[in-house]
């Protein structure tokens, strides 16, 4: 390009004002405001005069200018926290939010969190009263505690636990218990952060309940059982079982705390349930709301009154404390889990692990006609996929899945998962070899839809 055609183009680029007085751009001065649409002007007329000083022989008319700054506010309005398709087969996906919230549990939000709500006061005495009311009886009855208290995590639960019960003191914990959980939870490092000294007894593989007995002294605080959820040790393995703990801890007055993690109220093969836990006697026990409970995130404490109380008063436990939010969401969660039978069609993580794999073939077979009669540029197949329940719970264990396979045609497979994840919606499927897939288990009803337009939208752009 000669200096003369530059130094036209450049001339042809408008200011940001008369940039502003234009059709089009007026437009969308009405839908994001003047002072977005002023910053993307002048954001896109820098943009475009450094292409044509680069070189590029770009010809600024007003529809080209127009569609630049739309472009540039439909990034800056999106969400970026936006919703996604999830088709890894990955049901409690810690990346994408864990659990799906069930849709009652929305509507429940939707309706107390559109205006004021009863957060904290009393309708009888129109005085303050406490925002656990609204869980913590549903908490009792479903577990069989005699107290309940949420916070913010089940780290914050952890923490909370072992430094309102042992501050100063010691925790014994069994080497083969000492997890990590995925985003820097490691049991040692909390329960040190608890301001708690950590004693760890028996071995990797073998640990006694005389190995508890021994180290406890004066000093002991609190005894800590974590469940190993992401992992499993076997082979040539001893532990005491939960009642022997508790059984112990009675005997010399020391708490004896279980952390879950997963926590399921209903039966996961291999996890622990809360009320089977509850059952032992244990003082205190600890779990997430957002893995296998299938609700939102949050921190779930149940146990003896005397210690929950405690844990209730500790001056930390404002810092951890839940928003109204979360409260909604989980008192509308555990009323669904006051029917039982119901809660594994209604709570989309149950729904998702229980479907049988002949209804997970169905919906692949007519998903992969559906694509077919599209003629995309993909070879179109249904394959076996495997999913896992994921949220580092019962680790190993492989759930068996079906799932849509598109062999690579004009691009590769990982730049066809790349053109999905970054489209409108975002989606995320697998890739093995040079097939992209999509797991039927974890998609959504209506998320065939969500795919296909995409597809389209991207076979139209190669
Ligand atoms: C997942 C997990 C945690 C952490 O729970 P968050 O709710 O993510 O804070 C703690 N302990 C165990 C055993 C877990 O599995």
Same mark, same amino acid.
């Given at each position: 390009?000669?200096?003369?055609?530059?130094?036209?183009?450049?001339?042809?680029?408008?200011?940001?004002?008369?940039?502003?007085?234009?059709?089009?751009?007026?437009?969308?001065?009405?839908?994001?405001?003047?002072?977005?649409?002023?910053?993307?002007?002048?954001?896109?007329?820098?943009?475009?005069?450094?292409?044509?000083?680069?070189?590029?022989?770009?010809?600024?008319?007003?529809?080209?200018?127009?569609?630049?700054?739309?472009?540039?506010?439909?990034?800056?309005?999106?969400?970026?926290?936006?919703?996604?398709?999830?088709?890894?087969?990955?049901?409690?996906?810690?990346?994408?939010?864990?659990?799906?919230?069930?849709?009652? /549990?929305?509507?429940?939000?939707?309706?107390?969190?559109?205006?004021? /709500?009863? $957060?904290?006061?009393?309708?009888?005495?129109?005085?303050?009263?406490?925002?656990?009311?609204?869980?913590?009886?549903?908490?009792?009855? *479903?577990?069989?505690?005699?107290? #309940?208290?949420?916070?913010?995590?089940?780290?914050?639960?952890?923490?909370?636990?072992?430094?309102?019960?042992?501050?100063?003191?010691?925790?014994? /914990?069994?080497?083969?218990?000492?997890?990590?959980?995925?985003?820097?939870?490691?049991?040692?490092?909390?329960?040190?952060?608890?301001?708690?000294?950590?004693?760890?007894?028996?071995?990797?593989?073998?640990?006694?309940?005389?190995?508890?007995?021994?180290?406890?002294?004066?000093?002991?605080?609190?005894?800590?059982? #974590? !469940?190993? =959820?992401?992992?499993?040790?076997?082979?040539?393995?001893?532990?005491?079982?939960?009642?022997?703990?508790?059984?112990?801890?009675?005997? !010399?007055?020391?708490?004896?705390?279980?952390?879950?993690?997963?926590?399921?109220?209903?039966?996961?093969?291999?996890?622990?349930?809360?009320?089977?836990?509850?059952?032992?006697?244990?003082?205190?026990?600890?779990?997430?709301?957002?893995?296998?409970?299938?609700?939102?995130?949050?921190?779930?404490?149940?146990?003896?009154?005397?210690?929950?109380?405690?844990? &209730?008063?500790?001056?930390?436990?404002?810092?951890?404390?839940?928003?109204?939010?979360?409260?909604?969401?989980?008192?509308? $969660?555990? %009323?669904?889990? $006051?029917?039982?039978?119901?809660?594994?069609?209604?709570?989309?993580?149950?729904?998702?692990?229980?479907?049988?794999?002949?209804?997970?073939?169905?919906?692949?077979?007519?998903?992969?006609?559906?694509?077919?009669?599209? &003629?995309?540029?993909?070879?179109?197949?249904?394959?076996? =996929?495997?999913?896992?329940?994921?949220?580092?719970?019962?680790?190993?264990?492989?759930?068996?899945?079906?799932?849509?396979?598109?062999?690579?045609?004009?691009?590769?497979?990982?730049?066809?998962?790349?053109?999905?994840?970054?489209? %409108?919606?975002?989606?995320?499927?697998?890739?093995?070899?040079?097939?992209?897939?999509?797991? $039927?288990?974890?998609?959504?009803?209506?998320?065939?839809?969500?795919? *296909?337009? =995409?597809?389209?939208?991207?076979?139209?752009?190669?």
């Amino acid at each position: 390009m000669d200096e003369e055609r530059r130094r036209d183009l450049l001339s042809r680029l408008v200011q940001v004002d008369g940039a502003l007085r234009q059709p089009a751009i007026t437009a969308l001065v009405a839908r994001y405001g003047r002072a977005a649409v002023t910053e993307a002007v002048r954001e896109s007329l820098q943009s475009l005069r450094e292409k044509i000083l680069a070189g590029a022989d770009v010809e600024v008319t007003e529809q080209l200018l127009a569609d630049v700054v739309a472009a540039s506010l439909d990034r800056v309005f999106s969400p970026s926290l936006c919703r996604v398709v999830n088709a890894t087969g990955i049901i409690i996906h810690t990346g994408l939010g864990r659990a799906v919230i069930p849709r009652e /549990c929305l509507d429940a939000l939707e309706e107390a969190a559109s205006g004021y /709500c009863l $957060l904290e006061m009393s309708r009888e005495s129109g005085k303050r009263s406490h925002r656990m009311e609204h869980v913590e009886e549903l908490l009792t009855r *479903i577990t069989g505690a005699e107290a #309940a208290h949420v916070v913010n995590n089940d780290a914050a639960a952890v923490m909370l636990a072992l430094g309102t019960l042992a501050p100063e003191k010691e925790a014994i /914990c069994s080497r083969a218990e000492q997890v990590e959980i995925g985003g820097s939870f490691r049991l040692p490092e909390i329960i040190t952060a608890s301001g708690v000294k950590l004693v760890d007894v028996g071995t990797t593989n073998r640990t006694y309940i005389s190995d508890y007995e021994n180290a406890i002294n004066e000093n002991t605080g609190v005894i800590i059982k #974590a !469940h190993t =959820s992401n992992y499993r040790i076997i082979g040539y393995v001893a532990r005491p079982r939960l009642e022997e703990l508790v059984e112990v801890g009675r005997r !010399h007055g020391v708490p004896v705390v279980y952390d879950i993690g997963s926590g399921a109220f209903v039966g996961f093969s291999g996890e622990p349930i809360v009320q089977d836990a509850v059952a032992t006697g244990v003082d205190v026990v600890s779990f997430s709301g957002d893995k296998l409970l299938g609700g939102t995130q949050s921190g779930i404490i149940v146990g003896k009154k005397e210690h929950v109380y405690r844990i &209730k008063k500790n001056p930390l436990a404002r810092a951890v404390r839940v928003g109204k939010m979360t409260l909604v969401l989980l008192e509308a $969660l555990l %009323k669904i889990y $006051l029917d039982p039978d119901s809660a594994g069609e209604r709570i989309p993580a149950l729904a998702m692990h229980r479907t049988p794999l002949e209804d997970v073939a169905r919906r692949a077979r007519s998903f992969a006609r559906r694509i077919k009669r599209e &003629k995309l540029p993909w070879s179109v197949e249904v394959v076996e =996929s495997v999913s896992e329940l994921g949220g580092g719970s019962t680790p190993g264990e492989e759930i068996p899945s079906m799932a849509v396979a598109l062999a690579a045609g004009p691009v590769t497979a990982d730049e066809l998962a790349r053109e999905l994840r970054t489209g %409108k919606p975002c989606i995320f499927p697998y890739t093995r070899g040079n097939h992209v897939l999509f797991d $039927l288990r974890t998609m959504l009803p209506g998320d065939e839809n969500l795919v *296909i337009a =995409s597809l389209k939208q991207i076979a139209a752009s190669v």
